[in-house]
């Protein structure tokens, strides 16, 4: 779940002219092999309606096993009433035991999508105009394949880490009530997946609209997704003796309420760094708004001005929106039931039971709320740890020289909020560029800059290397 927070247009951050057309993308036979490695992994459907994520996880297996790999590095894992639904663990072993290892993560799922509705067959991958076009070409078979085809070539090159690798792919990271692969092995696996820290989607970079590269995000901390339920129940009766005691009206006033109600700004050292970063690229009322309300969160003058941006509205605070709503059963009977759903989106360190506890105040008595399975656990922030930023940065100034890097924290939500539980601090890395359509993910005709695509993998391989020694 590519983070949305990259869809920000940063004022007057750097830029780096000229961007090199897609022609000269695959020319190395190092591309080649990796394009293989990409094409397979994005024309496996891994859907949750009719796809395999277990097959796309042998398939990468079976390149690991032919790249050198034993049995015993390769670990498969599913569950029996989830069989399509499993993901592998790969292991490469590092020299020096007194460094704890690193995580790879990616997920292998996609979000559905219907082939009437798309301009070509979506699982089938399409190159037009500097683009690759398919399901999953962006989020997150990119990552997947990047991190797969970074193994196969450590292995095949004879690089020796000092540092342990891990790889861990993985289902369920798009579909709420699906089998979660990361859960499953947080839960299940915890000494499978041990890591000093882990390295996941959520970063990356944006390309203005002439193409050009403006700005590096690397991802410190995300929110929790948490869905709930508002319930109003009547005995109903005929349409034509309405009473005041009416279902849907309590339904719609609980949702107004939630809708009038702003959660407290709040601040982790991330999104403090961010907006600081933002105060100082964005002179005028925006810059001296962000600077007001850094000093004072409590300045709602300050926060007007920075919240018209939509993701900055988001960035500082817990959000909650109704998203569906069903009600009545007749359109000559008072109705008996309204019911909508509400997706909140938490900010780290709060939790789902204090945001609980805010729904049914401002829902008032005549609305049940309840929070729906599964409950997420609550998003810990990992720190602004300088062993991560430091070489993140130190590498994309030989690789994209002149690009800023701003630590961002992710309105969305990925797999990486079950690794933080269980004490294994996530980062989303840099190094991908995307348009600020966020390259279509979820959406219709998804795509994947072709030159951004191999330029980070380029990124992405030497900042691991950098990290594991």
């Not at 810990?380 to 930023?389: E, M, N, R």
């Amino acid at each position: 779940m590519r983070a949305t927070t990259l869809a920000i247009l940063l004022g007057t951050t750097a830029a780096v002219a000229g961007f090199p057309s897609a022609a000269t993308a695959q020319d190395r036979p190092d591309q080649k092999a990796f394009f293989e490695i990409y094409k397979e992994l994005v024309e496996t459907n891994t859907t949750l309606s009719v796809g395999s994520c277990t097959q796309a996880a042998a398939q990468i297996g079976a390149r690991l096993k032919a790249a050198g790999y034993a049995d015993s590095d390769i670990t498969y894992f599913s569950v029996p009433d989830h069989p399509k639904e499993g993901g592998l663990v790969a292991v490469l072993k590092g020299s020096n035991a007194r460094m704890k290892p690193m995580l790879l993560l990616a997920h292998l799922d996609v979000v559905e999508a219907k082939r009437e509705d798309w301009t070509r067959d979506p699982f089938k991958l399409v190159e037009d105009g500097g683009y690759y076009y398919a399901r999953g070409s962006t989020d997150d078979k990119a990552q997947a394949a990047i991190w797969s085809d970074a193994m196969i070539r450590f292995k095949t090159g004879g690089y020796h880490p000092k540092r342990t690798i891990k790889l861990a792919l993985t289902c369920g990271e798009e579909t709420t009530f699906a089998f979660n692969g990361a859960e499953w092995l947080a839960k299940n696996k915890p000494d499978l997946i041990a890591a000093e820290f882990a390295l996941n989607e959520g970063g990356g970079g944006l390309l203005t609209e002439q193409g050009e590269r403006k700005t590096l995000f690397l991802q410190v901390g995300e929110k929790a997704a948490q869905n709930f339920t508002l319930l109003a129940t009547n005995p109903g009766g005929h349409s034509s003796q309405p009473t005041p005691d009416n279902a849907i009206y309590q339904l719609s006033d609980a949702l107004k309420a939630v809708q009038g109600y702003e959660f407290p700004i709040r601040f982790t050292d991330t999104t403090r760094a961010f907006f600081a970063g933002n105060a100082a690229a964005q002179p005028g009322p925006m810059g001296d708004a962000i600077k007001r309300l850094l000093a004072d969160p409590t300045d709602t003058a300050a926060d007007a001005v920075v919240s018209a941006n939509k993701t900055f509205h988001s960035v500082l605070r817990t959000t909650c929106v109704a998203t569906l709503v069903n009600a009545g059963h007749a359109e000559n009977a008072l109705p008996q039931r309204a019911i909508a759903n509400v997706n909140c989106r938490i900010f780290p360190g709060e939790t789902v039971d204090a945001t609980l506890a805010k729904l049914k105040e401002l829902a008032g008595d005549k609305v049940t709320v309840t929070a729906n399975q599964p409950i997420r656990p609550t998003a810990v922030p990992p720190t602004l740890d300088p062993k991560i930023l430091g070489p993140a940065k130190t590498v994309a100034a030989k690789h994209f020289p002149g690009v800023p890097i701003l630590p961002m924290m992710s309105t969305g939500a990925t797999d990486g909020v079950f690794l933080e539980a269980v004490g294994i601090p996530v980062y989303g890395v840099p190094g991908m560029f995307i348009a600020s359509d966020i390259n279509r993910a979820h959406g219709l005709n998804e795509r994947m800059n072709v030159k951004s695509l191999y330029d980070g993998r380029d990124y992405l391989f030497d900042v691991v290397k950098a990290y594991a020694g």
